[in-house]
């Protein structure tokens, strides 16, 4: 079973950047996809960018889409959302995720049975 540790949030203005990072346990990055959510308070969790080391392929939604980057650090088995010109809606908990190995990834959360247990990212003035 493959163990999840996010880090990196915090407070931001908006139009400011913010890097997450998801160190994965139990197994190397080759063997999954790993991929980001995130929750706001009364909304349901929705898939931000997902990424497959194995494959090289990505994944962002519409709404992060130019302004987010994934990434993976091999040498520390981790993942890395790079958020830049944050906005106030970008406000939620964000979580990071890992299945077996999908072709072309996933954004749905059903489709993730590890998670990590959340990194609060505010976007505030």
């Known amino acids: 079973q493959v163990q999840l540790v996010e880090s990196g949030g915090g407070l931001v203005q908006p139009g400011g950047s913010l890097r997450l990072s998801c160190a994965v346990s139990g197994s190397t990055l080759d063997y999954y996809s790993i991929g980001w959510f995130r929750q706001a308070p009364g909304k349901e969790r929705e898939g931000v960018s997902c990424?497959?080391?194995?494959?090289?392929?990505?994944r962002y939604a519409d709404t992060v889409k130019g302004r987010f980057t994934i990434s993976t650090d091999i040498a520390k088995n981790t993942v890395l959302l790079e958020m830049n010109s944050l906005k106030p809606e970008d406000t939620a908990v964000y979580y990071c995720?890992?299945?077996?190995?999908?072709?072309?990834?996933?954004?749905?959360?059903?489709?993730?049975?590890?998670w990590g247990q959340g990194t609060q990212v505010t976007v505030s003035s």
């Open positions: 995720a890992a299945d077996f190995f999908m072709y072309g990834g996933s954004l749905d959360p059903r489709d993730f049975g590890s």
């Open positions: 990424i497959s080391s194995s494959d090289g392929s990505t």
